[in-house]
């Protein structure tokens, strides 16, 4: 440069110089070798405050006393280098307006050679840098109203060299990691903050990364000083000095948790329904509720329309590509109806590629439009061919099982879980002659049921119902010509996997006829029985009187003879009584007269009746209770019940002597127990025995004569007082029956 340094100043005319140098906005002078100051611009001498005539041809040492030593250093320098020096925002003391002040300059000093390279002038080039500092001050409060922006959105600022790794950072940066605000804290140390695995993962990676590219970006997490852990976000730029080497770098810090909170929540909801939606098969799909165009879908969405998800896409038309044509109706008044209430919902067939044809069923809901995005409709699609295509088996297997129903000349009738019914067959129809809707609305079948069974119908199906026990009645059923039918009733509830009734199916055959035959048989034994009952009471009267008359006979066989026909007329007069009973009990009419009396005393009365007419066996009575108690019951009927276990009890035990009767209390009840040491039972006939007919079958049979009915009988009288009989036994060892009563009161 100074080598082509063109000045020579005294070649230049001098009023264009005067005017150039006049005019420009820095301040100029020329100093010469032994610091003789020979020119000065205008500006120069406003910008030092001095009259030309003060200065020029004054040495500078004397215009400028007070900066002797800095000048005169500044021009031996010049002079001795060569090279131009430049004081940027030099401080120099300057007496203005009779005050010493600072005033800040940027001072140039140039040496100026002539063409032969002899040094002849210092040239001194000044520009009063107030402004500049003015500058710097507006900088300095931008910054300050920057810091002010980022602390107050919560944003901390740090500045970091690179070379020293210094870092200056603002006081929020110090809340972030927990220290207080006025707390300088290393680089070393927020390091140390950082969760180890995103520090080698994230923080060093970027780190690298911005090296390179010059932009710092990175999300991690710290544990601060307090042990909390935090999500940071920095955002950071990397400065280079001219040799491209880094040298700085300056950023940004927020404290992100809340958000990263809030995003970790939404991904794991959202992988949740991704979840839900993979188990549940389900096809997403996003919809603009405008164009129908359909977006965002699922890779399952893609596969229920017969694509392959990995390979293949699908365009937003992909249902009007698909839809079978008898639902494009379906599908559009599913959409109107969508647009009123927010809700879409439709069921169709579609036809794949291959033309085979699925069930899909189509679910979404209206979105309204948020910040950013449109109102669109949110939906999901679910392939329910599987469950059509059973629907339809079962529909048609109903549609066949209700068809062999109406076929039946039986009535059939299914209820709800809670009894009411909602289906009766065609037989029903025929029968009664009434309509459909007559027998499912209200009670509808109940009209139909005699009168006198209506009650006990109402009764029994309640109880049913509550109870989940299957129903059974027998009813009469009035017909299209107003009469009635017997009809035997049966109900089973069907019940699903936890114990609950699903429905009740019931059917009613008619029983009349049977019934009927039943009735002439019930009143033939009645007439039988009443016919052989006076015959026998006769037979019975004369052979008490002839006992009367001829008991203390020598004629042994006479006494003999007689006491066997009475024991006999005994028997068939039970047998006679046994079978009128049978009759009374089915058609529900045994009648008992229930009045209270001591058990004490039937039990011990009932043993000496027996013991006068048998005295093959030896009956032992205990009575285990200190006193007496006292049944309400019907006397005969229990007096019947102890006869039989009795006599029972001496036929079944035909090679052993003893009988032990016992009469206790256990549990509020009064019991009476009858022991035998004979045949005894093996447990499949025990349940048996109280069953109408039911005889023991084995090689004894014929040995042991009798109907079967007893027991039967005696069962029927216990439940009807609310008592109960049971049974112990052994084969070949024994039997034990009990029979309990409620104890009416017991005597002191
Ligand atoms: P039955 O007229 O045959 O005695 P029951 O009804 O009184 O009729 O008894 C039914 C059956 O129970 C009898 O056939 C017999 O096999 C059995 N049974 C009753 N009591 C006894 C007993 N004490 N020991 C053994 N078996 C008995």
Known sequence: MEANFPLSLFSLKQEVFENVLQKTPFGFSLISEDYVLE?????????LEKKREEVVGKKIFDVFPENEKQLLCVFENVKKTGEPFTAPEHGVKLMRNGVLQEAFFSFVYHPIYNDEGVFQYFATVVLEIAELVNIKNKVKEDEERLRLATESSHTATWDLNLKTHEIVHSTYLSEIFGYQPDEEISHQQLRGHLSESDRINIVEKAFERALKTGIYQYEARITDKNGIEKWVFTNGKVFFDDDHQPIRMLGVMQDITERKKSEILLKQSHHQLNTAMEATKLGRFDMNPETLEKYNFSPRFLEIFGYDSETETIDSKILEKHIHRNFIEVRADALRKAKETGDLYYQTKIVLRDKSVKWIELYGRLLPPA????????????????????????????????FLADAMPQIVWIGEPDGKLTYFNKSTLDYSGKDYNDFVEGNGWLEIVHPDEQKENVRLWAKSVRTKKPFFFEHRFRNKMNEYRWFMSRAYPELDEFGNVTKWVGTSTDIDDMKKQEMQKNDFIKMANHELKTPVTTIKGYVQLLKKMRGESEDKFLVNSLNTIENQVNKLNVLIGDLLDISRIESGKLPLNKREFSLLKLVTETIEDIKASEQSHQINFELMHPHDIEVYADKDRITQVLNNLLTNAIKYSPHSKTINVELFIEDHCAVVSVEDFGIGMDKNELRKIFERFYRVSGDDEETFPGFGIGLFIVKDIMDRHDGKIWVESEKNKGSKFYFSLPVYQIQK
């Open 371 to 402: 910040e950013g995005s449109k109102a669109y409709i949110s939906g999901t699609a679910r392939d329910i061919t599987e469950l059509k295509n059973f629907e339809e088996k079962i529909s048609e297997s109903e549609k066949k099982y209700r």
């Open 39 to 47: 020119y000065a611009n205008d500006a120069w001498l406003d910008i």
